[in-house]
């Protein structure tokens, strides 16, 4: 099994951009789709972004589209999340996960099987 870490999360400003870090152990990370997941207080887990084992498809949830860019660097074990021109509804901790490889990008959490501990990203008005 897959050991993740994410960092990178903190307080921003509204407007403001963070990146997000994964880290993940094992040999095995180049063969996992990778996720972006976030959870907010009292609201459900929610689909942020997908990238494909190779990094060559991505997925976004509409709410991120055009702001967050999720990739990949499989020579170093670790998935990324660039986050730019935040809003506070944004405020979130934030997960990412693995899944094995399917025809397509699950933005299903309950298809993805090794998880984080999360990191807090929080966006102030």
């Known amino acids: 099994q897959v050991q993740l870490v994410e960092s990178g999360g903190g307080l921003v400003q509204a407007g403001g951009s963070l990146r997000l870090s994964c880290a993940a152990s094992?040999?095995?990370?180049?063969?996992?789709?990778m996720g972006w997941f976030r959870q907010a207080p009292g609201k459900e887990r929610e689909f942020v972004a997908a990238?494909?084992?190779?990094?060559?498809?991505?997925y976004y949830a509409d709410s991120v589209k055009g702001r967050f860019t999720i990739s990949r660097d499989n020579a170093k074990n670790t998935v990324y999340l660039q986050m730019n021109s935040l809003k506070p509804e944004d405020t979130a901790i934030y997960y990412c996960?693995?899944?094995?490889?399917?025809?397509?990008?699950?933005?299903?959490?309950?298809?993805?099987?090794?998880w984080g501990q999360g990191t807090q990203v929080t966006v102030s008005s």
């Open positions: 990238i494909s084992w190779s990094g060559g498809r991505t």
């Open positions: 996960a693995t899944a094995n490889p399917r025809p397509y990008l699950s933005s299903s959490w309950n298809e993805y099987d090794s």
């Open positions: 094992g040999r095995t990370f180049s063969r996992y789709t």
